[in-house]
């Protein structure tokens, strides 16, 4: 029996679910390297946050009434990403409040995915900042002997990151070399540089992410930083540690390419990544925190749709030339 | 940027044999004939042959006279016979070009000679088709299409952006106009591919126009699970029920289809595939986003009169919306606008 | 006597406007500063809610008198000349009914001298209406502000201390006097009053289909 059919009749393999993945595989590869040297206490912290996504992402459903899909795996990559950004000793409760404010304020209230305007999971980290910040920010010194039961409380010693010490104005006494490896204290998954980069570039290359924001934040962030060291050094150290140091490097290749907050046009979207990164370092100087990174990206995805209209006024509001 | 998506092309198997024949079924009229035209006959009278002998250029549906007569008023023309098919599972004008490429040049000279053109280019699918050009018209200048779908319209717009006028023809009509004016046959068939995964032999097929949709199916050899027939592209025809449908001169081809691929549509992403793919310079998630309003800005509906719904947006979306039904409403709020004089 | 029970039939959909259904500071946005910054216990909404109440009644009423008086460019700065006078009596007895709320209050009991609610509706809607409306409206819109006032502090000092309350068991700890948390509490309450708007839209349409089929 024929049957009537609407075209197209082909559909292309490069899918919402192909680039998902493929982000989500690339956080995954930031946990390796924790668990194979402290147990598998990351993957608790990880699995808990991406468990709590998926139930909010139910639960929604359910009230929304839409069907749930297997194939909708972007709330596991909101909570991967709000598991990366916080420490590895922080308590198992403080990730999944993350992860409730990022999909149940952030995301599902706005329309779900693809219509949130804001990061969630920027949101969310800037949530539990506001509210825990000592939480947040405590880390475990990678150097001494530690030791982390699966669930509850370990056992480690505190130490202030690299951050922290150029907040108050010091150097930190880690090498910018050494801060490659990412054997210092800081947030579980923003240490491993070597690692984001790789995964950077393996994004890029699959067409899974574009590089122009992130190299603009990059850039702008290592001007700022040049121009208004924190510390007495050298533009080329104060740089490294800039860049090195908190979560700019991961928020510049994981959040600032999330294509559904970031403006549409090339243009636009250079002028959000340097305005992401100028931002940061604006926060690190002024701001109460350590780290600004997640802050001004929220800055960002409020300008950006005014960064889109911009452009389209600059070129005439006639788009591009058309024919006959 | 490289515009149009890059699609696989599955021409080979429909090429491989030659063009089969399908009986004409007798409740046809016979084929009406005409006197030959002389060997210098004017333009006028290759215009008037043309007219009378009702031949449709399978490019886009229109009449080749008319074509031929909007060409006059261009100077400096240069006329370009379209002998490829964009269609990734098509290659029934292919391979009338392959058949009989000396049919195709005189068809060719004799349209260039009706409207003035002062240069002829071939375009075929690659440069392999060269071979099938007779020894004697070696200097005939060749286009390549290009593996980029919608490739015609791609061609065109690369002219179009050259800054130099280019007039295109399809190549059956090339061959039908050949006839018409030298053995005096009004244009009465046409070759239509069959293909698609619901059919177990890809052909192309020389058919009556006027045969009905199923006798040149049959020659396919349908496969039982057959559910969707598509007619004119393999990406964007239309899909028909009812098989007794008559073949015109603009069927390309008739595609069986087992099933299609079942899309889940998510909202956009913002990824901006469709603006890149878009050969007519529309931008459709700008689209999506105005229609979502309750008062869409017609002037940010660019180029939508222009759309040829190619599919290639579609095609490209990772979230599998479908964008031409979306350009197809903001035509009609745009043309809504103008017609109550805002 | 038929006339006045006219006029007060009329303003009570006034009045009903002003306290939900078009609830100044969740529809229509105006004057948020002074919940979000310093409504995060019940004592300051208390103080807001009674300065917001004697300004808003006293300087509608006064401008319903005065207003068609003098030119229209002058009324905003006689709105702001009135609401400066009365704002030491409203402050005097703010402070009597709640002890040292003022002092609580800090920038944003000055600031209610031009808080956009009172100014709007004294400036456009005072002058133009009948006495009897501009009050219904007047207290409508200080029931408004007050309920918001008041639930918006609640909830937020309930994460301040944490009263273990089944929906808000947990301490957000100093971040709830943030104003994030005030406008995060904002905007999910304007969603619930904006869907028992969209409800009664909806209800209303049915019945008017039901009276013309």
């Not at chain 1, 139930?55 to 991967?80: Q, Y």
């Not at chain 1, 982390?148 to 010091?170: E, N, R």
């Not at chain 2, 349209?111 to 002829?120: E, I």
């Not at chain 3, 948390?181 to 909806?202: E, I, S, T």
Request: glycine share 8%.
């Amino acid at each position: 029996m024929l049957k009537n059919a609407v075209p197209p009749y082909l559909k292309s393999e490069f899918t919402v679910f192909s680039m998902t993945r493929s982000t989500l595989l690339a956080q995954l590869s930031l946990l390796v390297v924790p668990i194979l040297y402290y147990g598998f206490r990351p993957l608790v912290v990880a699995g808990a946050s991406m468990l709590t996504a998926v139930a909010c992402h139910v639960l929604f459903c359910l009230i929304r009434g839409k069907n749930i899909s297997i194939t909708e795996i972007s709330p596991l990559v909101t909570g991967l990403m709000i598991a990366l950004l916080l420490p590895m000793n922080v308590p198992l409760w403080l990730p999944c409040i993350a992860t409730a404010f990022a999909m149940l304020v952030a995301r599902e209230p706005f329309g779900g995915f693809g219509r949130n305007p804001f990061n969630p999971a920027a949101a969310g980290l800037v949530f539990v900042t506001l509210c825990w910040p000592r939480l947040v920010f405590s880390y475990f010194d990678p150097s001494r002997a530690s030791s982390f039961p699966l669930l509850g409380a370990g056992t480690y010693s505190m130490v202030s990151s690299p951050s922290q010490v150029l907040k108050q104005g010091f150097k930190p006494d880690i090498l910018p070399r050494e801060m490659l490896w990412g054997n210092f204290a800081g947030p579980l998954g923003t240490t491993g540089i070597l690692i984001i980069g790789a995964c950077g570039i393996l994004l890029f290359l699959t067409r899974a992410a574009k590089p122009e924001a992130t190299l603009c934040f990059l850039g702008a962030a290592a001007l700022a930083a040049a121009l208004f060291p924190r510390i007495l050094c050298s533009p080329l150290t104060s740089v490294k540690y800039e860049l090195l140091s908190g979560s700019l490097f991961f928020c510049s290749v994981f959040l600032v390419t999330d294509p559904v907050t970031s403006p549409r046009t090339l243009p636009a979207r250079c002028l959000y990544g340097a305005f992401a990164g100028a931002m940061t370092m604006v926060f690190r100087w002024l701001g109460t925190y350590e780290q600004g990174a997640c802050f001004a990206l929220l800055l960002a995805n409020a300008a950006a749709p005014l960064m889109d209209s911009a452009v389209f006024r600059l070129r005439g509001w006639e788009g591009k030339p058309n024919e006959e | 940027m490289p515009r149009g998506v890059k699609l696989d092309l599955e021409k080979e198997p429909s090429l491989k044999e030659q063009v089969i024949t399908i009986p004409a079924p007798k409740t046809l009229p016979a084929p009406k004939m005409f006197a030959s035209l002389r060997k210098k006959a004017a333009a006028a009278k290759v215009l008037e042959r043309a007219r009378i002998a009702e031949i449709v250029d399978e490019l886009d549906g229109e009449p080749l006279y008319k074509k031929l007569k909007r060409f006059v008023s261009a100077d400096a023309l240069t006329l370009v016979a379209v002998c490829f098919d964009e269609d990734p599972m098509t290659s029934a004008t292919q391979a009338v070009f392959r058949e009989n490429a000396a049919k195709v040049l005189a068809g060719l000279d004799a349209a260039a000679h009706a409207c003035r053109a002062v240069s002829k280019k071939i375009a075929a699918a690659s440069r392999e088709e060269f071979r099938y050009v007779p020894k004697n018209r070696a200097g005939v200048e060749l286009l390549t299409a290009g593996d980029r779908y919608p490739a015609a319209v791609l061609l065109r717009r690369k002219w179009m952006e050259k800054g130099k006028s280019a007039g295109f023809i399809g190549g059956q009509a090339c061959a039908a106009l050949a006839d018409a004016v030298t053995r005096g046959l009004a244009q009465n068939e046409t070759v239509v591919t069959v293909a698609g995964n619901g059919a177990s032999r890809w052909v192309n097929c020389r058919v009556r126009i006027g045969t009905p949709v199923r006798d040149v199916l049959a020659a396919g050899k349908l496969l039982p699970e057959t559910s969707v027939v598509a007619v004119g592209s393999s990406v964007n025809g239309r899909s028909i029920t009812n098989l007794s449908e008559p073949v015109t001169a603009a069927t390309r081809c008739i595609i069986a289809m087992k099933g299609l691929p079942r899309r889940k549509t998510l909202p956009c992403v913002g990824c901006g595939r469709c603006e890149r793919a878009c050969p007519r310079g529309i931008i459709p998630w700008m689209i999506l986003q105005q229609l979502e309003l309750e008062e869409p800005n017609p002037f940010r509906l660019f180029n939508v009169e222009h759309c040829i719904q190619c599919e290639s947006c579609s095609i490209v979306c990772p979230s599998g919306i479908h964008l031409v039904d979306a350009v197809r409403r903001a035509e009609k709020i745009k043309e809504g606008r103008e017609n109550k004089g805002c | 006597m038929k006339n006045k029970r006219l006029f007060l039939r009329a303003a009570v959909p006034i009045f009903l406007n002003g306290l939900l259904f078009r609830n100044p500071v969740l529809i229509r946005a105006l004057g948020m500063y002074p919940i979000v910054a310093a409504a995060w216990n019940t004592k300051n909404a208390a103080g807001l809610s009674i300065l917001f109440l004697a300004l808003s009644l006293s300087s509608s009423l006064l401008l319903c008198l005065t207003g068609m008086l003098v030119p229209r460019w002058f009324r905003p700065g006689l709105v702001l000349l009135v609401s400066a006078a009365l704002y030491v009596p409203a402050g005097a007895l703010a402070d009597w009914l709640v002890p040292n709320s003022i002092s609580n209050l800090g920038m944003a009991a000055g600031l209610m001298i031009c808080n956009s609610v009172i100014f709007s509706h004294a400036e456009e809607y005072a002058p133009e209406h009948v006495a009897v409306a501009v009050a219904a409206d007047a207290l409508g819109c200080s029931a408004g502000f007050a309920l918001t006032a008041f639930l918006v502090a609640s909830v937020r000092s309930a994460w301040l201390n944490g009263f273990h309350l089944p929906f808000v068991g947990f301490v957000m700890g100093r971040a709830s006097d943030f104003p994030f948390a005030g406008f995060l509490l904002l905007g999910f309450l304007a969603a619930l009053v904006q869907w028992m708007n969209h409800l009664r839209a909806r209800r209303g349409a049915e019945r008017s289909k039901r009276r013309m089929p």
